[in-house]
């Protein structure tokens, strides 16, 4: 056992060094903090899009995926279509409980996209929570590793050449979830330190000390002594957090302004006199979440005219709603038809996906690259160390056969000449 490491006997090493660019290094974790990012706002967009039970393709299509109603854009287009045909059989019974049937696919289904929207965004949260406590162990490691290295080093600097290897790799896990820059404190040691929204610096750890650990409170992520709220520039923590309260919430807010303004368009054109109770929609449901039909409408209490058997105005007015125009001017929750802003906000979440995936395909490439760039300063090239092999054994077989040449020299010279 030597300071440089267990070595056998017969052999005397000299020096160990690490072979490291610091400046690759640095620009490596950046690299893969913005992979961290990217990678879960990919896997965050994909649950919210499979939420909806709808998919996106090139031409920005809205095409169901596997729901039993087709995802809410086809119960929009049923509802509207079942009002249609209760128009063109207004005292038809069957058409009457049809129409109810869509009504309640229509409220369900909307229910449900909210209800999982919501619940994709608590699963951010978990996930959140769980690389909190990733990131704490892997500081705790780094801690651990510091003093290790700190101690092997005091008459060899520079020589706990596996320690080192481990911390860097405990570096990169670290990277991959919170944008974390290290100082080397020039003894073996590290400080590792982040940045809060006014660009200072707070320190995380240093040596050995830990100060104090990260941590979530549902709106940002804490660290530090006084649990400063940390500006997470890159990691997988900061891409959650971009796509919970940015492309998911403003999904589900899209979908309440849609809730509100479906309830308000159909009740004034099926109920034109505001009659209490007369209502198709409940008027408490202004939310995608708390949509719901009117209570107690049933298919002999629902109305297709105001005048007598067979009137059919009313039908005709809310299946019309199909191609109305709405405007925020005229003081509309959005411009254009329904069917144009449902798939507005369905699309631009799509769009939201495409272009997370591009960005992330595109950064696991300049990840690599860097990576590799690495590789040639501190990486083993196995193709190098193969042939560094043949030529020792050459070598060797060429001082054997020195010394077997000496050999058969002296014999001839002191036994063979003698006699």
Do not use: C, W
């Not at 006084?226 to 796509?243: D, N, P, Y």
């Not at 300049?366 to 193969?386: H, K, P």
């Not at 001082?399 to 040449?405: A, G, K, L, N, P």
């Amino acid at each position: 056992e030597t300071p440089e490491g267990a070595v056998s006997l017969g052999l005397e090493v000299l020096s160990m060094k690490q072979i490291r660019d610091t400046l690759l290094d640095r620009q490596l974790m950046r690299e893969i903090g913005l992979s961290g990012s990217l990678e879960s706002q990919q896997a965050a967009l994909q649950r919210a899009l499979a939420g909806l039970g709808q998919n996106i393709d090139g031409s920005a299509d809205i095409k169901a995926t596997g729901s039993t109603t087709g995802g809410l854009g086809a119960a929009i287009d049923d509802f509207f279509n079942a009002f249609q045909n209760l128009a063109s059989r207004p005292t038809d019974a069957g058409a009457r409980q049809t129409l109810l049937q869509k009504a309640a696919i229509l409220t369900s289904t909307m229910n449900e996209a909210d209800t999982r929207l919501a619940q994709v965004q608590s699963d951010i949260d978990t996930d959140i929570g769980g690389n909190v406590d990733k990131a704490n162990s892997l500081i705790t490691t780094i801690s651990d590793l510091n003093s290790q290295i700190a101690r092997f080093e005091v008459a060899h600097p520079g020589s706990a050449v596996d320690l080192r290897d481990q911390r860097q790799a405990r570096l990169e896990e670290l990277a991959a979830i919170i944008p974390v820059r290290v100082i080397d404190l020039g003894d073996g040691q590290v400080k590792l330190t982040v940045k809060d929204a006014g660009n200072t610096d707070i320190d995380l750890l240093s040596g050995n000390t830990i100060y104090g650990a990260l941590a979530f409170n549902g709106t940002a992520v804490t660290g530090g002594a006084s649990a400063t709220a940390i500006a997470l520039g890159s990691g997988s923590m900061q891409g959650s957090l971009t796509v919970r309260d940015g492309a998911i919430q403003t999904l589900r807010d899209n979908l309440d302004l849609f809730a509100d303004q479906f309830v308000s368009a159909v009740n004034a054109a099926y109920n034109p006199s505001s009659t209490v109770g007369g209502d198709f929609f409940a008027a408490a449901g202004t939310t995608a979440g708390t949509i719901a039909v009117q209570g107690g409408l049933t298919a002999a209490t629902l109305v297709a005219g105001t005048g007598a058997a067979g009137d059919n105005s009313i039908a005709i007015a809310v299946a019309g709603l199909v191609n109305q125009n709405f405007s925020v001017g005229a003081g509309d929750n959005f411009d254009g038809t329904f069917g144009q802003f449902y798939s507005r906000s369905v699309s631009d979440l799509g769009q939201a996906l495409s272009t997370a995936t591009s960005r992330a395909a595109d950064q696991d490439k300049i990840q690599q690259l860097v990576r590799n760039q690495r590789d040639t300063i501190s990486g083993v090239s196995m193709d190098e160390e193969m042939a560094d092999l043949v030529k020792y054994q050459r070598a060797f077989q060429a001082s054997s056969r020195v010394f077997s040449v000496v050999d058969e020299l002296l014999d001839t010279i002191v036994n063979r000449l003698g006699h």
